[in-house]
């Protein structure tokens, strides 16, 4: 359904343009971008989400992982715990301080939701669940914490997410440690908790390319929306 921007994707964007095909069958449009600076794609996040509530173009879902980046949300506080080692940057999103780098797959959904009779919870459930049916095809059972968006396995945090609607389109999306170096996140409280996170690595001992995790989890995605 999709084919790579890049086979290796630990190479960092030294440029911001990188040859991308995106492919649709009877899902939404997709494509994998490869590694991508965060605060360009952001504005690619934001003008096509502009777009989309304009009915200029068509709802999308990227996938990519980032150069080295902590982000924090609208109304989120700075729960560095000494100097970052990457650049911080205060986004539009939802929820707290958070690391985005090598290793962290991102699902960057932009959906209508207004056009879609999607209220804001049935589609942070919706996305969350997604990530959850993409770990239970990898023999993970993975869980949701009341009060604490995200996904879990046993007392670790998996997943991220954050979320901004505007003019009732959906942007933004949900991040998946695959295999994040841990020194990243311990210059954090990541999403405000004293809490640990974890790996996907951890678990599963031979995995997919990321750029194959991220076509697996775009196709639990369309799944879902097929059936709401």
Known sequence: ??????????????????????????????AWLGRRAYEPMWR??????????EDLQDEIVWSCEHDPVYTTGKRGIDNSLDALPAPFVHTDRGGETTF???????????????????????????IEQSC?????????????????PGIW???AKIAAIGLRIHKGVAYHGMALNVNVAPQWFSAIRPCGLSLPVTNLSDHVPR??????LADKWDEQLNMLLKNV
Request: with cysteine; aromatic share 4%.
């Open 44 to 53: 690619q996040l934001r003008d096509r989400a502009a777009a989309v509530a």
């Open 153 to 155: 396995l046993d007392d």
């Open 100 to 126: 985005h780098g090598p290793g962290q797959l991102m699902l960057y959904p932009i959906l209508h939701l207004r056009r879609r009779g999607m209220g804001a919870k049935a589609y942070l459930h919706l």
């Open 1 to 30: 359904m999709w084919m790579t921007a890049s086979a290796n994707t630990d190479t960092p964007s030294m440029n911001p343009v990188l040859s991308v095909r995106e492919e649709m069958d009877d899902g939404l449009p997709y």
């Open 207 to 212: 995995l997919n390319p990321i750029s194959v």
């Open 132 to 148: 959850i049916d993409l770990l239970a095809e990898l023999g993970l059972a993975s869980s949701r914490r009341c009060g604490q």
